[in-house]
């Protein structure tokens, strides 16, 4: 028995180490860029882009005034300052070049050339999710009114706002439907959406506590990034992504990148989100603060979570069952997501 196994674990070293030559030599068709080039050392070096290549964590970073991206060879991910750009195709290294897919050029660097990172619209696609739902009410306020059906209201405006603007939208909900958390993250996950925004109203005990949070997801503890959830949605994730199968260290690195991606755009958004629509809807403002909420953990993409006002509080419960409100609220985050650039 013992040494059937040891064969077999012969067997399978020597398969592996085949398959993976043929991975690195192969590729009798290599695509074309606009330019006719597709090396991407090449490409550097024509646009006047820095090139560098870490040959064991197999990341290329680029370099050029303002912006760094870095190219996850083996896979269709590139992070470009702090945007993941998904390719047509993977990036593949054959023999000592870097192969890119002909649309590497256009999404990637034409954005050293031109500065357009700062001109273009963040998000393309946005997932709303309606807090709570179905036999889930979420908060009650005084009058009877319940969160599940004042959120599920914003959130259908916001998601009418988002859409007009050219962003696509994905709604976790969109009826009175119960959703557990997990369901929540891993419509996230298949979504392949850029950002995450949950939309709740609060309450307090306290009946004169009010006004507008934004939260976010501050530091991760080490448990947090093994939790079944988060594994599971990443297993979502990168089973859409083109991407050596099974690759370990592709799969660390990639999800290293998106992580710290995820932790510094989910801050400064909820910022931006707490004072724009404060601003535009009148709405007092708490600000922006770190919770470590379910929803916030386990979604791989930036994620931020609008409790947008108190229904324990007379004059929030008042406001929040107005449509004009509602509207303004939509408005304001629609706005703020729309414009935010950083
Ligand atoms: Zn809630």
């Given at each position: 028995m013992k040494k059937n196994a040891a064969l077999q674990n012969r067997f399978l070293g020597f398969a592996f180490c085949i398959l993976f030559i043929l991975g690195m030599g192969g590729c009798a068709t290599v695509p074309k860029g606009t330019s006719g080039i597709t090396n991407l050392k090449d490409l550097c070096d024509r646009n006047g882009v820095e090139f560098d290549w870490d040959?064991?964590?197999?990341?290329v970073t680029?370099?050029?005034?303002?912006?760094?991206?870095?190219?996850?060879?083996g896979s269709d991910i590139v992070m470009v300052g702090k945007d993941k750009?998904?390719?047509?195709s993977r990036v593949k290294r054959v023999r000592s070049s870097i192969i890119v897919p002909p649309d590497f050029e256009e999404k990637i660097?034409?954005?050293?050339?031109?500065?357009?990172?700062?001109?273009?619209?963040?998000?393309?696609?946005?997932?709303?999710?309606?807090g709570h739902g179905g036999k889930d009410p979420g908060a009650t306020g005084k009058s009877g009114m319940k969160e599940k059906n004042v959120v599920l209201d914003i959130a259908r405006r916001l998601a009418k706002n988002l859409s007009q603007s050219g962003i696509e939208v994905v709604m976790t909900r969109d009826d009175d439907e119960f959703l557990t958390l997990e369901k929540r993250t891993e419509i996230a996950a298949r979504s392949n959406a850029d950002l995450f925004v949950s939309v709740h109203a609060n309450s307090n005990p306290s009946r004169s506590i009010d006004g507008l949070e934004v939260y976010y997801m501050g530091q991760f503890l080490k448990k947090d990034k093994k939790e079944e959830q988060r594994l599971k949605n990443q297993g979502i994730l990168y089973s859409h992504l083109e991407m050596e199968q099974g690759s370990a260290d592709l799969e660390k690195i990639l999800s290293d990148m998106m992580h710290t991606y995820k932790q510094a755009e989910s801050r400064s958004l909820a910022s931006h989100v707490a004072s724009d629509t404060a601003k535009s809807s009148g709405a007092m403002t708490r600000g922006h603060k770190e919770a470590r909420f379910f929803v916030l953990r386990n979604t791989l993409i930036p994620a931020i979570l609008i409790e947008t006002g108190y229904l324990t509080n007379a004059r929030e419960?008042?406001?929040l069952a107005t449509d004009d409100y509602r509207q303004k609220i939509a408005d304001g985050v629609a706005e703020s997501l729309c414009n935010y650039v950083k």
């Open positions: 040959s064991v964590s197999q990341v680029l370099k050029g005034f303002n912006l760094r991206a870095k190219v996850l060879v750009v998904t390719l047509s660097l034409n954005r050293f050339k031109t500065g357009a990172d700062f001109a273009i619209k963040k998000f393309k696609k946005i997932v709303v999710d309606a419960e008042k406001l």
